[in-house]
């Protein structure tokens, strides 16, 4: 049985009303509160806060400001996952779930 790519939430700087969630930047900051939270074995210490967490990254898709959030987040820490989707409720933004789709297999 193939592995799965887990599940992804795109959440949408779109309200459930149509209104641009603000502030402008609100992607690079909820993506940049998650950073902390990698894959088990990845690069530690300083390093690891230069750039986005693989589990949750902003995106601007078809010129709306999003952040893509990967459910291996839930597995890392529960806490990290509960925060991303009750900022997406609480705001009452948009979501999209992408399902669990088969992972490609790695490049030789």
Do not use: H
């Not at 990254?57 to 952040?67: A, E, L, N, Q, S």
């Not at 900022?87 to 088969?102: G, I, K, S, W």
Request: net charge negative.
């Amino acid at each position: 049985m193939p592995a799965l790519k887990p599940r992804e939430l795109i959440i949408k700087g779109v309200t459930l009303e149509g209104g641009t969630f603000r502030p402008s930047d609100w992607s690079e900051r909820l993506a940049g509160a998650m950073a902390c939270f990698r894959p088990e074995g990845s690069a530690g210490g300083i390093a690891a806060f230069i750039g986005y967490s693989p589990y949750c990254v902003p995106r601007t898709i078809d010129g709306v400001k999003c952040v893509i959030v990967s459910e291996a987040l839930r597995e890392v820490e529960l806490m990290a996952w509960d925060f991303v989707t009750n900022f997406a409720r609480d705001n009452r933004l948009q979501v999209v779930e992408v399902p669990a789709t088969p992972a490609e297999p790695p490049t030789p």
